[in-house]
């Protein structure tokens, strides 16, 4: 028998192979580039809004927290054009796409469960189906797919879009409630604190990165309170800069009239180990909660020039604590969730 050697149409199979390929390839390169893009899109979204809402949980009310998350929303009455995300004046976020959590400075860790506006101390905000630390969930963004009607030409049933999901988690680090240092010494204690030069050496004038820590200097950082200014986000093993002396103008000036319009507050302190130079830089130890005595409208809080008398409870968090009306928010890793 004689072989057939006919190679005729050889050509146009390969080509036809050679075309499916490539269309595949451009259909792959097309999806995975839209998909990148669309999550780069959702991803600025849910940051801000997770800074938003976590910048709210001290007021305490969880209507605040879910306002604020929402208020980069496209339309209604908030300005300009909102967020642009795929589909997003109908993927809007809400309340159900914010998620309260309790974050862990130390290991980086948060958590979900037990969680509420009394005790966290950070915020997730996220597009997703499925909320994988529990609890609500919102959609995630549908981007179209560009390979799908090609695979369907051979019989592969595949989806037209691809769920793609982001998340963002933003906590909160109290600032210093007064620039005013104590020692360890006064921990647990209801106690006067000397301020006065020569006193008992138990508390100064905190002016943290200020060198200069003069009247003036002092003065200004209490001056700025009400504005959340001057006071830095300084955590544990910070040197911060101490004067001591007996400011009878910042007492009368600020703390008295601040001590007597909310009388139940109390303060967030830095504390320093024992014995230090109360006119140098000294590393901060440790947080403390200054609550001033109330007394006669809290004239027993001040015993006497450059006296302050109150509790002193060591052992608080800058993240964590409420004992302070400024602070600042930062984002950290959703590990759960790989971002």
């Known amino acids: 028998m004689k072989a057939v050697k006919n190679e005729r149409g050889y050509a146009i199979i390969f080509v036809t192979v050679m075309i499916v390929l490539l269309l595949i390839m451009v259909g792959m390169a097309l999806d995975t580039g839209h998909l990148a893009y669309v999550r780069s899109q959702g991803q600025p979204a849910v940051d801000a809004a997770a800074l938003a809402a976590a910048s709210a949980i001290p007021s305490g009310k969880w209507s605040t927290v879910t306002d604020r998350a929402a208020k980069f929303n496209p339309g209604g009455t908030n300005p300009?054009?909102?967020?642009?995300?795929?589909?997003?004046?109908?993927?809007?976020?809400?309340?159900?796409?914010?998620?309260?959590?309790?974050?862990?400075?130390?290991?980086?860790?948060?958590?979900?469960?037990?969680?509420?506006?009394?005790?966290?101390?950070?915020a997730r905000v996220a597009l997703e189906n499925n909320n994988p630390h529990g609890g609500s969930a919102g959609e995630a963004m549908k981007s179209p797919l560009f390979l799908t009607p090609l695979l369907n030409l051979f019989g592969q049933a595949t989806e037209s879009t691809a769920n793609v999901s982001v998340s963002a988690v933003a906590v909160n680090q109290a600032l210093p409630g007064l620039p005013i240092v104590v020692t360890e010494s006064t921990c647990g204690m209801d106690t006067t604190l000397d301020l006065r030069t020569g006193g008992k050496g138990n508390a100064g004038w905190e002016t943290y990165q200020i060198t200069n820590a003069s009247t003036d200097e002092v003065r200004g950082l209490f001056e700025k309170l009400p504005f959340c200014a001057g006071q830095p986000a300084i955590d544990v093993g910070y040197c911060g800069n101490i004067a001591n002396g007996v400011n009878e103008t910042i007492s009368n000036g600020h703390l008295k009239p601040m001590f007597a319009a909310d009388p139940n507050r109390c303060y967030l302190i830095p504390v320093i180990k024992n014995g230090g130079n109360l006119n140098q830089c000294q590393i901060i130890t440790d947080w403390a909660s200054f609550c001033p005595d109330k007394g006669n409208n809290t004239k027993d809080a001040f015993p006497g020039p450059g006296l302050l008398k109150g509790k002193v409870t060591c052992g608080q968090s800058v993240h964590e604590s409420r004992d302070s009306q400024c602070f600042v928010q930062r984002l950290v890793r959703d590990k759960t969730s790989g971002m």
């Open 80 to 122: 300009g054009s909102g967020n642009n995300y795929l589909d997003s004046p109908n993927n809007a976020i809400d309340q159900q796409n914010v998620t309260l959590v309790k974050y862990d400075n130390a290991t980086g860790e948060f958590t979900t469960s037990g969680v509420s506006i009394a005790n966290a101390n950070g």
